[in-house]
Structures are given as C-alpha cells and as structure tokens.
C-alpha cells in the first residue's frame, strides 16, 4: 500500500506560478513511476505529466508542455509538478498517482491522492 498526500493548491492569478507537492508514505517510492492528473469541473479527468522511477525521463501533455515541470526527490518520498505561466483552463483538481509503468491514462496508476484545488483566476 502507497498513501499519497497532495499539497499547494490554492487560488493563483493568470500568468502566475504554484508549486505542487505530493508525499508518498508506505513501499518504497523509487518503486513506482508517478503521475499528475487533473480534473475540472464537469470535464473528465486528464493526463498532465509523469516521471519514470528513476526520475530520468518525464512526458507531458500538451496543454501544459513547456510551462509545467515534474521532477521527483526519492530522499523525500516527494514527487513536485512546477507550474509556471498559469492560465484559467489550468483550474482543476490535481491528481498524484503512482504506478508500476508510467503512462498517460488512469488504468497506468494504482494508487491515487485525494487530490488538491488549483483554481487560475482572469
């Protein structure tokens, strides 16, 4: 069993930066890929980024590539995801996942955190 604990969500202004946090507790962390997904409201939940076990490699959706970064910090069990150049369609619920593989889809991710507000006001 993995637990997994968002934080640093909150209200941010467009063109502003916020910094998400997830702690894993449990099995080893270096064990699992780990993921970002985000959900808004009345929208199905979406890929935003994840990073291999051995942090070498990480992948991004679309939407957010070259305004977030992943990186993940094995001697604190903590994964971050950086967020810079926020826009209002970046409003969601954010979403840590880890898993055995990483991937772009729910099914890749066993383990999932409560989630954390991240809301982009105009």
């Known amino acids: 069993q993995v637990q997994l604990v968002e934080s640093g969500g909150g209200l941010v202004q467009a063109g502003g930066s916020a910094r998400l946090s997830c702690t894993a507790s449990g099995r080893t962390f270096s064990t699992y890929a780990m993921g970002w997904f985000r959900q808004a409201p009345g929208k199905e939940r979406e890929f935003v980024a994840d990073?291999?076990?051995?942090?070498?490699?990480?992948y991004y959706a679309d939407a957010v590539k070259g305004r977030f970064a992943i990186s993940r910090d094995s001697a604190k069990d903590t994964v971050t995801l950086q967020m810079n150049s926020l826009k209002p369609e970046d409003t969601a619920v954010y979403y840590c996942a880890a898993g055995w593989v990483r991937g772009t889809t729910d099914v890749s991710y066993i383990y999932w955190g409560q989630g954390t507000q991240v809301t982009v006001s105009s």
């Open positions: 990073i291999r076990r051995s942090g070498g490699d990480s």
